[in-house]
């Protein structure tokens, strides 16, 4: 019997499989499993983890759940989301099936800037409202933390509106969210012949607001044609670098270009979508440790056929991140496990890279996997029970949720009454 710790405040024990993601020697990452397993914490934090009977040795009484028959996994870290908007897009998907492209919804009005008349409508005090039934849903499907962008503001006061919104969501209830300011998700249609003015207000006005503030620790950008262009990226993008944010791109979605390679040279911590991405764009990704971070949920919502080549980026050592980038046009869903199907069917992912693409690499895409994304000792308790025997289940079992409880800092903020 060895010595009680007593500051362990809750134990999940008789864990039939614990699920641990590590980084490894190959760049992406790997599983470890522990069978009859337990994991104790104290606080807000992991403290104790191994098989059952070694933990239970240190276990002095306090809160206890069984967790017999089921897998333990680290919370899911979803790294690209835009989960502040106002009114859904339920008719533009009517309209894609019935054979409109999202380009062509886009130009009669729709798309973004739809989203964008919307929410401008909004007061922070019904953001918040709209915004809350989605955390939950995060919450319900295993995500414990989530990267949150602007970007359907694109006005001073309402991009920080929307990032102000997203702090005090953060602050009222369990999910953590990251914030990224996406000032340049789009040129709002008030200077659609004078971009250049739109551009000079996200440098000289946005950016030094969002960092007086401390709004952000990212700014995003959406480098495509008909969007931002890669001059105008290399000037936003050096604009926030200076004021001391990290970088972030949308980059290769729709058509092959230099914005990986000119992101990855300025620096950027993750370059996301890449359904187009060339060899030269995973070398520069490899070269300055980029993390790639796929949307397959997106290229599979928009009907599309060209999903991100996983399986190269994985081969050459990058740690590919897989996340929902829910929003209300091209992807609506807070599920990861979903996307994790997607990854599996589409893009040749094995179940266990999808698990480790979620969890770990989700959390390098947001600079935290020093204390979130795998499951040991001082990494913050937030973890997930999942009704399931084995790692491979969870993406081949879809469309149905597999979670019996979710843990976020120690607490239980979700449980499956089922
Ligand atoms: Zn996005």
Request: proline residues 4%; glycine residues 6%.
């Amino acid at each position: 019997m060895g010595v009680t710790d007593p500051t362990i405040d809750l134990v999940i024990n008789h864990i039939d499989v614990i699920l641990i993601p590590e980084t490894n020697a190959d760049g992406f990452g790997s599983l470890r499993t522990i069978n009859h397993g337990a994991i104790a914490c104290a606080g807000d934090e992991i403290v104790m983890i191994g098989t059952h009977d070694d933990v239970m040795a240190h276990v002095p009484e306090c809160k206890v759940i069984s967790a017999a028959g089921k897998l333990v996994a680290p919370g899911f870290v979803d790294a690209h989301t835009h989960p502040v908007f106002f009114g859904t897009r339920e008719q533009e998907f009517k309209m894609r099936a019935l054979g409109k492209s999202y380009q062509d919804i886009a130009l009669a009005g729709g798309g973004i800037r739809s989203s964008v008349r919307k929410l401008r409508s909004a007061s922070e005090t019904e953001l918040i409202d709209h915004t809350i039934p989605h955390l939950k849903n995060f919450l319900r499907h295993g995500t414990t933390t989530i990267e949150a962008k602007s970007g359907y503001g694109l006005s001073v006061a309402d991009e920080i509106k929307i990032l102000r919104v997203i702090k005090k969501l953060d602050s009222m209830q369990p999910l953590d969210l990251v914030p990224t300011f996406l000032g340049a998700h789009e040129i709002p249609d008030e200077y659609r012949n004078d971009r250049q003015k739109y551009i000079d207000l996200i440098i000289n006005e946005m950016i030094p607001l969002v960092v007086d503030e401390k709004l952000a620790e990212f700014c995003d950008i959406f480098c495509e044609e008909h969007v931002f262009t890669i001059e105008e990226t290399i000037k936003i993008l050096g604009a926030a670098k200076d004021a001391g944010l990290q970088l972030k791109i949308h980059s290769e979605q729709l058509a092959s270009s230099a914005a990986t390679k000119i992101a990855a040279e300025l620096g950027v911590i993750s370059a996301d979508h890449l359904d187009y991405a060339s060899d030269d764009s995973l070398q520069q990704m490899k070269l300055r440790g980029v993390t790639p971070v796929l949307l397959p949920g997106a290229v599979f919502f928009l009907g599309l056929k060209t999903y991100a080549n996983a399986r190269k980026m994985i081969d050459l050592g990058l740690p590919v991140a897989l996340a929902t980038d829910f929003n209300p046009g091209s992807c609506m869903t807070e599920s990861l496990p979903i996307i994790m199907t997607i990854a599996c069917t589409q893009m040749k992912m094995t179940p266990e890279e999808s698990w480790v693409a979620a969890t770990l690499n989700g959390a390098r895409a947001i600079d935290r996997d020093h204390r979130i994304g795998t499951l040991k000792e001082h990494y913050v308790a937030d973890l997930v029970v999942w009704d399931i025997k084995n790692q491979d289940y969870l993406p081949y079992h879809f469309g149905i949720n597999h979670v019996v409880m979710t843990i976020k800092k120690g607490q239980i903020v979700f449980q499956n009454k089922a």
